[in-house]
């Protein structure tokens, strides 16, 4: 057999384990069927990286490093924290709880677990991926990882939740040296209705090979679904919300910073070589009560001060309220006695009315916080 028609042959097999590795996790439910991800917001999208003036694909063990890996320190915060951290960070989530489940670089497949000052310079070498690609059998393989935390709602209606108490559960699934997936469930609770749902997504990226086992193209899709694990009189509003909300998510803040941290690694990388070391810190250790470790003490002593003020407002907007609502009372418990049933009924179709338009603003300040 020639060397073109063994690469070929390579080629072909790793197209065949992506299709039956798939396949097989969706017949055990492994991974989400396509009743759980009613939407695809991006399709095909091509991840690349402008070198040397010419835009080139990104391997996606880049991908999974720079993003996935829990281990791996990313650049948009600086080295500090792992990708998902640095997103709590800029949410201003806290009492973030990370549970390790299944996740262990050491039984990552031969292609996933090239350090990545190596991965990068095999991608700006333009190196062939034919060394890392012979453990097939090492695939599908599946990590899965937890995050529990605190997100603060900026803006709280009148009685309204202050947090949600957010779960997000994460799935690596490594299909092949070509395909890799992250699904993500989340579990939301901290307000009425919000716990009878939960949001599914998945991330694929799936490489596409030249003739001489150099990546051609990386894409990537996105996928999204809401489902109900219980009946609700909202269920149409609460699903509209959440899919026009989780569009606008993934295209206008995932896919930038997916693109600034990919870049920032690359160019890292590219710069130095990839000497310098990463800082090792205890991911359970990294956040403590919305306090970034790269924080000063002055600096943290004056975000407990903001805080504090922020309260002290809150407080205040609360007691004004509670003292409106005690006067519209008494005013209404004076003239009471003047209103005849017929008002009562106008009265109390109006007050159902303004609670009705409540819960719909909430529903929406709520799609956004849970937004990408």
Known sequence: MSDSQNLASIINNLKEATKKNFQSLLDKGSIYAEDKLQ??????????????????????????????DQDNLCQSSNGKLNFQRHNFSIRKDYDINYDKKTFDNNETPKYFKIPIKDCIKSFIENKSIKDE?????????????????????????????KLLENTDNYKIIFISPICLIIEQKNECTGFSGIDCFYSAMRFKFDMELNDDLTIKQTLFNCYFGVNFIKSNWLQGKITSSAYKQAEEGFNNKFLPSISKELNLTIKKYSNNGGNTPQKKI?????????????????????????????????NIKYLIYFILIIIVI???????????????????????????????????????????
């Open 39 to 68: 939407k695809n917001y991006i399709q095909n999208y091509p991840i690349d990286y402008s070198l040397n003036s010419t835009k080139k694909p990104i391997p996606i063990n880049i991908i999974y490093h720079s993003l996935y």
């Open 282 to 314: 205890d991911l359970d250790d990294l956040i403590e009560n919305d306090f970034s470790i790269s924080d000063s003490e002055d600096e943290k002593e004056e975000k407990k001060k903001r805080i504090k003020i922020e309260n002290i407002k809150k």
């Open 330 to 372: 008494i005013i209404a418990l004076y003239f009471v006695r003047f209103i005849t049933k017929d008002y009562i009924l106008i009265i109390l179709l109006g007050v159902i009315a303004f609670y009705l338009v409540m819960i719909n603003s909430k529903l929406d300040k709520l799609g956004k916080e849970k937004n990408i």
């Open 133 to 161: 690609i012979d453990d097939l059998d090492n695939y599908p393989k599946i990590f899965e990882f937890q995050y529990k935390y605190q997100h603060p709602i900026p803006n709280p209606v009148l009685f309204g939740p």
